[in-house]
């Protein structure tokens, strides 16, 4: 038997003693690995500076090493969101939608774990903890490959993880790492159905649309965001200005940062000056159609120049932003429709009306009304994390806390009836 299928078998062993344990037991286990974290912080944060090291000798953008990146804060902040995790209700075993039938029989549904989770992530350090946080607590084992460029960090946080299990009578192999750098382990690892329930790929859309590609068991479809914002003839300036440089600037690295800022004509000769004055104390790149070149034309202190068709469908995750002007609601639903990955999309408007035509017709895993595409996240939504941003219409859509990494099954009380 080869190492991965090992190491799916010991997953599934794991499952099914993580399945039975008590929410107390799995709380138990949170709540060590988030002190072994603190406890071990100057340990995780060396790793992790050979990683980011590695990332700068190699020429890795701004936005690869920011995603990289821990630092204390990050890792405090992680450490804090554990604690909410362990807070929130122990979805294994709840019971919901029983109802008597005519016939005596009480019929429901009760929710178990999924089983064991695959994860292929890239850069981010942080989906090691946060996912088998998720997982713990929601009764699965968890197999994780994380990329090549992170695996020191990775490694790090997987001693931290399975220290915590092991400290709390749970098997380590509930939470395990794939530490080989062999790109071969990742096709072997989307073959293995009989071992692995669900796969989920975390990064740019070569890696989801490969997995999603290649394999042999359910795949969740996400992490690719082209956001947009649009800017209603009947916005509030003000909160139209908070609102985009929020969802452009306060992490522009990230899968529901701005990438598209669709302006109505109606408003356009007031806002766009505005936004720009704005963008420039972040030195965003503002890449515009002609019609918004035509009123920004050379701004000082702002860099300005035409957007190309390829700019409507690229996630950024820089700081540079798309923007268009739209003659009508209509026409900003329709670039959206043609140009939107299905992530996150957001309408600034004062017309309560607009506010539910946008909500209505957008086909998006979140919708904001008057509030920043930045709050398509998981902690954001009070679950505490994610482990994932789905855009799949089927189990799963949008950010995936504790009750989207569980499934069903039916569950029949009797006494004594028999079917004629």
Known sequence: MSSMKLMGEAARNSSRQLAMASGAVRNDALFNIGENVLQRLDFILDANQKDVAAAKDNELS?????????????????VDDIADIISLQDPIGV?????????????????VPLGVIGVI?????????????????????????????????????????RNGLEDSGISMDAIQ?????DRALVSEMLSMSDHIDLMIPRGGSELVNMVN????????????????????????????????????????????????????VEIA??????????????????RCDSRALSILGTKDKVRIIPASDSDWDTEHLSLVAGVRIVDSIEEAILHIERHGTGHSEAIVTEDYSAA???????DASAVMVNASTRFNDGGEFGLGAEVAISTNKMHARGPMGLTELTSYKWVVYGDGQIRE
């Open 62 to 78: 701004e936005s690869s090493i920011d995603r990289l990146l821990l630092t204390e804060d990050r890792l405090k902040s992680m």
């Open 95 to 111: 019971t919901f939608d029983m109802k008597n039938m005519s016939n005596g029989l009480r019929i429901g549904k009760k929710r």
């Open 121 to 161: 992530y890239e850069s981010r350090p942080n989906v090691t903890l946060d996912i088998s946080v998720l997982c713990i607590k929601s009764g699965n084992s968890a197999i994780l490959r994380g990329g090549s460029e992170s695996l020191n960090s990775n490694i790090a946080l997987g001693h931290v993880i």
């Open 177 to 181: 790492l794939i530490e080989d750098k």
């Open 213 to 264: 590609r290649e394999a042999k068991m359910p795949a969740i479809n996400g992490g690719v965001g082209v956001c947009h914002t649009y800017v209603d003839s009947a916005a509030s300036l003000d909160m139209a200005i908070d609102i985009v440089y929020n969802a452009k600037v306060q992490r522009p690295s990230v899968c529901n940062a701005l990438d598209t800022l669709l302006v109505n």
């Open 269 to 286: 000769k007031d806002y766009l000056p505005s936004i720009a004055d704005k963008f420039a104390s972040a030195e965003v790149e503002m």
């Open 356 to 362: 539910n035509q946008f909500v209505d017709s957008v």
